[in-house]
């Protein structure tokens, strides 16, 4: 999605500009992004999609944040299936982070969880925000289900 100083004209598919943009998604898709962007003298580029995630929710859990584990206090009914961290991430319900980043359970402080343990969720309906790069990251449910641990 270019954006120049230059009058719209069409472009050939030979346009170095064109060359650019398809550079840009090779490297998100690679990397694992959601989002790239380039500013040169002329024109500005960004290039991004939607994240979506493969697994099945019962058990969303995240990469590891700097965050105290005290989010995952609430499952007192279920303290000795937290025990074993690793082991959550083998379910086949589980539903794991695309990407590396400080996870938040509301929308803002003082809001309500987005999803509690026992919580029955909805396919699309958001799971926790991932902010990776200043940029906040929905994760969605992919598919409907009842949440049993939350590994953050």
Do not use: C, W
Request: hydrophobic letters at 45%; a positive charge.
């Amino acid at each position: 999605m270019p954006q120049t100083k230059k009058p719209n004209t069409a472009k050939s598919s030979s346009d170095p500009d064109i060359a650019l943009i398809a550079s840009l998604a090779e490297i998100l898709n690679s990397a694992g992004l959601t989002e790239i962007e380039i500013e040169r003298k002329d024109a500005k580029f960004r290039v991004s999609k939607s994240v979506t995630t493969v697994a099945a929710v019962a058990a969303p859990a995240v990469a590891p944040a700097p965050q105290p584990a005290a989010h995952a206090a609430p499952a007192a009914d279920h303290g000795a299936a937290h025990k074993p961290a690793a082991a959550g991430g083998d379910h086949p319900g589980t539903v794991k982070s695309p990407m590396v980043g400080t996870v938040y359970r509301a929308s803002s402080p003082g809001a309500a969880a987005f999803i509690e343990i026992g919580s029955t969720v909805k396919e699309g309906q958001t799971l926790l925000i991932i902010e990776a790069m200043k940029t906040m990251n929905q994760i969605h449910a992919p598919r409907g289900g009842k949440v049993t641990h939350i590994f953050v």
